[in-house]
T-cell receptor, first 112, second 117 residues
Framework: SQQGEEDPQALSIQEGENATMNCSYK?????LQWYRQNSGRGLVHLIL?????REKHSGRLRVTLDTSKKSSSLLITASRAADTASYFC????????????FGSGTRLLVRP | SAVISQKPSRDICQRGTSLTIQCQVD?????MFWYRQQPGQSLTLIAT?????????ESGFVIDKFPISRPNLTFSTLTVSNMSPEDSSIYLC??????????????FGPGTRLLVL
């Protein structure tokens, strides 16, 4: 079953604005990752944050993790039209298995 | 990182038939994963395929419907058997990052878009 939910389900912003997406999950995790998917194609790994980390940055991406609330957020700053895609969070389990469980996804539209 | 290719990229099939999807990786990996993504939905793990052993299927997926082969460390196939329109989805294979820890980064193929009429 789905591990987590993301909100919003869809987000439309103007180029240059910031986009924030949220992910909630249900069980204890080893790590949380964010992936991007363009137009129903393969997923691209964006960033990983481990359960003992609270914040991580990569270029225009900022990820936070609150394990007490079982939630994470992805912030994309100064968005570009090329950021238009679906974004998924995925959690890695505590049991050292290789399985990832994906959230429901947020569809981001960046208007030029 | 890993470069993954899938064949076919898309197909339109008649109900009752079967389709075999191929996944090729440019390096040797222990585990390969097969996911299904139904229209407008998230990814659901179908099974994990290790070389030299039977695939491990997730709840709701069975070997008779989704047989998987893993003949070597760079290749796997997923067959969608006796297809119905409900099998219309994108099927994606992925591999773990060889330098990473369990349950961390995965690299994905471009997906196979299947439409069953």
């Amino acid at each position: 079953s789905q591990q987590g939910e993301e909100d919003p389900q869809a987000l439309s912003i103007q180029e240059g604005e910031n986009a924030t997406m949220n992910c909630s999950y249900k069980t204890s995790i080893n790590n949380l990752q964010w992936y991007r998917q363009n137009s129903g194609r393969g997923l691209v790994h964006l960033i990983l944050i481990r359960s003992n980390e609270r914040e991580k940055h990569s270029g225009r991406l900022r990820v936070t993790l609150d394990t007490s609330k079982k939630s994470s957020s992805l912030l994309i700053t100064a968005s570009r039209a090329a950021d238009t895609a679906s974004y998924f969070c995925a959690t890695g389990a505590m049991d050292s298995s290789y399985k990832l469980i994906f959230g429901s996804g947020t569809r981001l539209l960046v208007r030029p | 990182s890993a470069v993954i290719s899938q064949k076919p990229s898309r197909d339109i099939c008649q109900r009752g038939t079967s389709l075999t999807i191929q996944c090729q990786v440019d390096s040797q990996v222990t585990m390969m994963f097969w996911y299904r993504q139904q229209p407008g939905q998230s990814l659901t793990l179908i099974a994990t395929a290790n070389q030299g052993s039977e695939a491990t299927y997730e709840s709701g997926f069975v070997i008779d419907k989704f047989p998987i082969s893993r003949p070597n460390l760079t290749f796997s196939t997923l067959t969608v058997s006796n297809m119905s329109p409900e099998d219309s989805s994108i099927y994606l294979c992925s591999v773990e990052d060889r330098g990473g820890r369990p349950g961390e980064t995965q690299y994905f193929g471009p997906g196979t878009r299947l439409l069953v009429l």
